[in-house]
């Protein structure tokens, strides 16, 4: 196990990410993919899926896809995918749930079994270099600009 919890870390650039998940699950599959990409992403993600697995969509960084999403998933009908697209505004209307979802979230980074990257922070001076590292993709982590 890796320092943030994880049991496998597979770096998309040095390895097939698709076979990598289903040599490690022994072909199963993930029951979860948080994806932030989107774009041409999501069709991979739909064969790393277990079987109703769901594909968690909170940006589309990548842009939006260019393919039929349903006719991809319709082609992946025996592992039954589902996708959900989330921002971090959909809890706003529903308050009893937002409660519930920010008190789990606080217990899982309290007990330490969530341990999320946290990049260096940045003066607000620098905010160029914070912009560079994130178009680069040479922060691990959130980028924090201090003023």
Known sequence: MNSRGADVAIDH???????????VTSGR?????????????????????APLGMIVS????????????FKEMRSNI???PAVRCFTMHSYDHLPERRQVA?????????????????????????????????????ALGKVLLRP
């Open 13 to 23: 650039t040095s390895a097939p990410v698709v076979e990598r998940v289903l040599e």
């Open 29 to 49: 599959g993930v029951d979860i993919v948080f994806n932030h990409v989107a774009g041409k992403t999501l069709q991979d993600d739909l064969r790393m899926l």
């Open 58 to 69: 909170y940006a589309v960084i990548g842009g939006m896809p260019e393919f039929d999403l």
């Open 78 to 80: 025996e592992r039954s």
């Open 102 to 138: 920010m008190a789990r979230a606080i217990e899982l980074l309290a007990s330490g079994k969530v341990r999320p990257a946290l990049a260096t922070p940045i003066p607000l001076a620098e905010a160029s270099r914070a912009h560079e590292l994130l178009e680069s993709r040479g």
